[in-house]
Nanobody
Framework: QVMLVESGGGSVQTGDSLRLSCAASGRPFSNYAIGWFRQTLGKEREFVATIGRSGRDKYYADSVKGRFTISRDNYGNTADLEMTSLKPEDTAVYYC?????????????????WGQGTQVTVSS
């Protein structure tokens, strides 16, 4: 079992930055790839970014490439999502997830554990 808790969400203006953090506890953090997804009301959960177990492999959705950066600290058991140049279409609940079997997974089914989510609202 892995417990994940997101933090860092909030309400910002277009062009602002936010840093989301995902704190993990339970099984060894370095055993899991970490993904960030987002979801708005009535829509499916959308892939944002993922990072492999060592932190070397990183993949991003085209919609956030060049603006968002995923990172992890296997000693501190945290994974961050640095978001810059935010747009109103980035507004969503953001979730972090941990998966034991895939690197580069871009679908919710690739992940075994999920946090509760943190709201990000970007106004124009």
């Amino acid at each position: 079992q892995v417990m994940l808790v997101e933090s860092g969400g909030g309400s910002v203006q277009t062009g602002d930055s936010l840093r989301l953090s995902c704190a993990a506890s339970g099984r060894p953090f370095s055993n899991y790839a970490i993904g960030w997804f987002r979801q708005t009301l009535g829509k499916e959960r959308e892939f944002v970014a993922t990072i492999g177990r060592s932190g070397r492999d990183k993949y991003y959705a085209d919609s956030v490439k060049g603006r968002f950066t995923i990172s992890r600290d296997n000693y501190g058991n945290t994974a961050d999502l640095e978001m810059t140049s935010l747009k109103p279409e980035d507004t969503a609940v953001y979730y972090c997830a941990a998966g034991a079997y895939y690197t580069g997974g871009d679908k919710p089914a690739h992940y075994d554990y999920w946090g509760q989510g943190t709201q990000v609202t970007v106004s124009s």
